[in-house]
């Protein structure tokens, strides 16, 4: 049994059960061990950019096309055909407008996005798809619709069809081609291998903050995020005579610092969903509060997730939330909020008050979070407990909970074993699988973790059963022998799944890192070249299941195959040094590149880019790079949070962002005269 004190300290979620989430469905029963393949082919653009980029852009062209040309189609086909037009017009439009918008826009942008690398795919498949699909059918739609409602519905449904067809078949040809040939994998092409790296410095204590009055400046900063275009997001507290608030959430946008939020009253209205004296914030520093420890999570297309408490204009701190902020129009929108959570229970609370963690967001918009809770109920009855949820930005439907979830749903066990705590600290990957890990009575073993997925089924991927069979692992292998937290996981694009954890082999523990190979259908156990076992899971896993581990002291890029050591040389810099790898403290992004965290022998910290080929500094406090009297050098380490090409620490243009703190005038670090930079480096 996993000890009540380990569970308190860890967060767990005291429940009985799942129930089934919005995109992402959790049922029970007697499951697989685990699922024969990644989630909606998780494997775009990693490893060919131009194969996939043309691929994906007909796929998506014809998607597109097809939707377009069906809601136009069937738009256009009512509006010109009358009744029956739209109704043909709809489903001829949709056909129609779906196989020549598809076809014209999803070849030429599939080709031409294969072949050019995503821009032409984008011209070309938008010319000659609009061309094809729409130029034709638009002239005879258009004249023709109030004579023959349901053909020429069909033909102005060709039209739309095939414009937007061909359009968004082209654009997405083009864009997806460079999107998913790209930015699912990271760009079309790997970035060519770096002989340097390049420092710029996007914020700095002392910086004017952006809108906030003239004068008003910079006084502290978070560690920062990146996503999968080069923006980088941060939390800054500010100071200044005129100031209007504490602190906010910031962006660089490639060219400059923008405000996202901030707890200027003045703004007061801004939250969504609430009241029009509701104000984000505020953001003062307290003894029960950090607002540096507010997540903050990047998804695909600019979308930044973001946890905030929540002000009233009249004075008092409402219920927090988590919200969605877009860069390319700064438009907000409510993920979920303490009133919202509130009315999942059958008799509301009053007075509830949430407090919400935040794992990250799919490409297709479903966010999972954590929350611990309390309230009264009517009739003053003490509420507490916490939870892990799923949101699509208008319902919330519970993964695991306490109070909420029922009994029976444990996959691989009797019909009576129930989960009895589940740990709020998940992960996910950018078509939605989610990892998380619970303990439970009355089966077979004590605790392990799970992966549910938008099919509308969970599987157990492993547990600490006796006598299991585990492919790839030695016969009668027991995992997590002591029945502790599996110490940390993540799961890659194409649902590679890594775990660090114990295992038993006869009458020998050892601490190991495990690897699940969708393609073999194998679980390895990731060691040094000599058979030393990974000690520390360093990172993420990306597209072609590689990770970062620690092995006898030394980090490795690994896969199942596969094993590269990453000290083999030192950078000329650290020649004379003796480097310490810091456990939990690097990112990998899908074409290998890796960022470490170190420490030399005087604990003066750092960090290093692999490039494929060498180790390059990027900041070494010893050397005094970037700057002297650095402090710290921090950034994004939770394997969980490291989710290759959408959000993290490193992303797929060899772009990464930390933190640096140096000491301020008196010499002296961990004052309040401290100095934080933001830094933004790239391989070049």
Known sequence: MVPATKLLRARWILCAGLVAVVGIVLLGGGCPQVPTGPDDGGTDGGTDGGTDGGTDGGTDGGTDGGTDGGTD???DGGTDGGTDGGTDGGTDGGT???TDGGTDGGTDGGTDGGTDGGTDGGTDGGTDGGTDGGTDGGTDGGTDGGTDGGTDGGTDGGTDGGTDGGTDGGTDGGTDGGTDGGSDGGTTTPPDVAASVNLTCVA??????PGQPTGTNFTALSDPVIDGEGRVAFWGLFEGDRADGNGGLYVWDGEQVVKAIDDNPESAGIVPNR??????GDFLVKTDFDPFAQ???WGANGRLLFVSRVSKGTGGRMAGGIYRWRVSDGDIVRVVDGDQLGQMFPNPPILFDPD??????SDGGTAIFGADYFGFLDGGTFLQGTGVFASDGTTITTLADVNLSEAGDVP???????FSAINIETTMNRSGDTLFQGAYTSGEGSIGVYLGRGTGDAWRVIDNRTGGSWTGLPVGSQVNPDAELYESFAIGPAAHIAIETRLKVGSTIRQTVLLYDWSAGTWTQLTGPLGEPAMELLSGVNDDGELVILSDGSPYLVSATERTQLDAVLPTELAAATVSWDGSGGAINNYG???????????????????????LVAADAGGGTPADDIVAVSAVTDPRRDRPGRSGMLNDSDEFTFRVVTAGEDGTGDTDDDVYAIFLASGE
Do not use: C, K, M
Request: cysteine-free; glycine content about 16%; aromatic content about 10%.
């Open 295 to 297: 997540p903050i999570a």
């Open 412 to 418: 691989d066990q009797g019909a009576t074993t129930a």
């Open 593 to 615: 590149r890796v960022v470490l965290r170190f420490t030399d022998q005087n604990d003066a910290p750092g960090l290093l880019f692999w490039t494929g080929e060498e180790l």
């Open 204 to 209: 700095e204590t002392g910086d004017q903050v």
């Open 275 to 280: 009241e029009t004296d509701h104000y984000f």
């Open 96 to 98: 129609d407008g779906g």
């Open 73 to 75: 189609g069937g738009t």
């Open 356 to 361: 919400f963690s935040l794992a990250g967001v």
